[in-house]
């Protein structure tokens, strides 16, 4: 079964390759490695690109979707205001949810 380490940079997922161990990405490639699973009950959720990793939970998480969106204790990123449902879309510029017109 192939595995999977990503690449940390001050807590940002640079990359994701698929390798036999950690210790081979340490000595081969340096840096920070921490393994990443496709299934999302093992560290939060699965790391790409982009994405953050927080240490102290040892978990990953999503990129920040918008400036205004804060982190809450289960590293989800919370709008400022509730969504009223998925027919709405965040408007960073008004800081209000937008009837999405593409349903």
């Not at 640079?14 to 340096?30: A, H």
């Not at 939060?44 to 690109?49: M, V």
């Not at 400036?67 to 990123?77: G, H, I, Q, Y």
């Amino acid at each position: 079964m192939p595995k999977y380490f990503a690449k940390i940079n001050n807590k940002i997922v640079e990359t994701v390759i698929v390798v036999d161990s950690q210790k081979w990405c340490e000595d081969n490639l340096g840096g920070t490695w921490v393994e990443t699973f496709m299934d999302a009950r093992e560290r939060k959720q699965y790391a790409g690109p982009g994405s953050n990793y927080d240490q102290t939970s040892d978990k990953f998480y999503s990129a920040k979707p918008f400036p205004s969106w804060t982190l809450d204790n289960n590293l989800d990123w919370q709008p400022p205001k509730v969504k009223p449902d998925d027919t709405y879309r965040w408007d960073e510029d008004t800081q209000e949810w937008k009837k999405r017109t593409d349903l």
